[in-house]
């Protein structure tokens, strides 16, 4: 599961691991992520974290395999990760288009990819 370190996928994370699921919890903020796992004290066998940058083609084949190495498998791939730079189009510079594309586009692509 992709942002988990806060908004959608902060809760989406806590829930699941409420729940009993076993979960590879993803954040480009590793640092941030390791807070979140710190405060929820979530047990060491059912969930697991790793620094991911979605934008990352290759670093997804190495978190996938993670996922597979330790559960055998990949039942669900949640890619809940996402950005938005306020504005108008019009008004973005180029490079905010490219992160939002790279982040929200690409980064689901390269996730179902290595899924």
Do not use: Y
């Not at 829930?15 to 405060?39: K, P, S």
């Not at 039942?75 to 019009?90: Q, Y």
């Amino acid at each position: 599961m992709t942002g988990c370190a806060s908004g959608i996928g902060r809760r989406l994370a806590e829930r699941l691991a409420a729940d009993g699921h076993q979960l590879l919890l993803t954040d480009q903020n590793f640092a941030q992520l390791e807070q979140v796992t710190a405060e929820n004290a979530w047990p060491a066998d059912r969930v697991a974290i790793a620094s991911l940058d979605v934008r990352d083609a290759a670093r997804w084949q190495e978190v996938v395999a993670m996922a597979i190495d330790r559960w055998g498998g990949l039942d669900v791939l949640a890619n809940v990760a996402g950005v938005i730079r306020p504005g108008k189009v019009h008004e973005l510079e180029p490079d905010d288009i490219s992160f939002h594309i790279d982040v929200n586009n690409k980064g689901v692509m390269f996730g179902t990819q290595a899924a």
